[in-house]
């Protein structure tokens, strides 16, 4: 079990951050070396309905830098379930990065697939069929489980006297997790890593509760190129917020949810006397792509 001691819930000015718009970070990077972010709320109850129907083990999808797969690897190793992982491009085979190799040296049963069949990962055809008594786990850990375990984020700290709670989006199974626990009185507002991906809102609206829910919203225009896209302005934005906080993000999510902050504060996005917590859904292992010395951290 893993336990939430070592999250913090840390407030922090920088010079862009008025005096009068209060910010803090949850830190859920903290949470473990490896099943870091929200990976484990993600993977919590998932993990706990393959035991509970005794399935033969878990099969879940990413690609090669994938920070699901990685943690995924690990949790079932120590869980003591087996666990496959269905790899986007079948050139990651013979050149194994970082994310792979701690996969791999987890236990995780790597499978290279093309990506033509990567994308038709959910027709009968694929390893669903042929493996019927595992526990699918789709990319990202997107199923209604992945979202119960992530509504438990807000739970960690008093949380209640935020006006607004920011979170990067990938497969939206966080975001609707935060809208599910979020306050009436709340603003949660989601910033898509991808580009083009407005197919999100039905992603997340499919695995909101039924009733009210706080006020919700993602947007579009702050993904900087598209997933895993990086800029020498956002390099340069993670070293400086890093200097002026303590507090290291990472390339792929956090680091962009950041900038969007900083960007929307100085449109006036915020009315003043906002207080705004900012999810940090960790990915640092996702600054292993980076040559070494770039990062300040």
């Known amino acids: 079990m893993i336990s939430y001691d070592n999250i ?16 803090a970070m949850l830190r859920l990077d903290k949470l473990h070396p490896e099943i870091s972010g929200n990976k484990w709320f993600k993977l919590k109850y998932n993990i706990a309905a393959a035991k509970a129907n005794n399935d ?14 990685a943690a995924t690897a690990l949790a079932c190793k120590e869980a003591g379930i087996n666990c496959m992982g269905i790899i986007r491009g079948e050139e990651h085979h013979q050149h194994m990065n970082h994310t792979l ?14 990506r033509e069949e990567y994308r038709n990962r959910n027709s009968h055809e ?15 850990g997107h199923n209604a489980l992945g979202a119960k375990g992530c509504e438990e984020i807000l739970s960690i700290f008093p949380t209640s006297e935020y006006t607004h709670i920011l979170c990067a989006v990938g497969t939206g199974t966080t975001l609707a997790g935060l809208i599910n626990s979020a306050a009436p009185h709340q603003q949660v507002v989601g910033i898509s890593v991808l580009k083009g991906a407005h197919y999100l809102e039905k992603e997340v609206a499919d695995l909101l509760k039924s009733g009210q829910h706080a006020d919700w919203k993602i947007l579009h225009e702050f993904h900087g190129g598209g997933y895993a896209k990086k800029s020498p302005q956002l390099i340069d934005f993670i070293n400086t917020f890093y200097r002026e906080t303590g507090i290291p993000t990472d390339i792929i ?39 070494p010395g770039v990062l300040s951290f």
Request: net charge negative.
């Open 126 to 140: 694929t390893r669903e069929g042929l493996y019927p008594d595992y526990h699918i786990i789709p990319e990202g």
């Open 253 to 291: 999510y956090t680091g962009k949810l950041i900038l969007a902050f900083s960007e929307l504060v100085q449109h006036g996005y915020f009315p003043n006397g906002s207080k705004i917590l900012l999810i940090h859904t960790g990915g640092l292992q996702g600054n292993l792509s980076l040559t």
């Open 8 to 23: 913090t819930l840390a407030s922090f000015k920088t010079s862009w951050l008025p005096d009068t718009i209060q910010a």
């Open 56 to 69: 033969n083990g878990i099969i879940t999808y990413g690609g090669a830098y994938s920070n699901h797969i």
């Open 101 to 114: 190799k701690m996969a791999d040296a987890n236990g995780m049963d790597l499978v290279f697939v093309t």
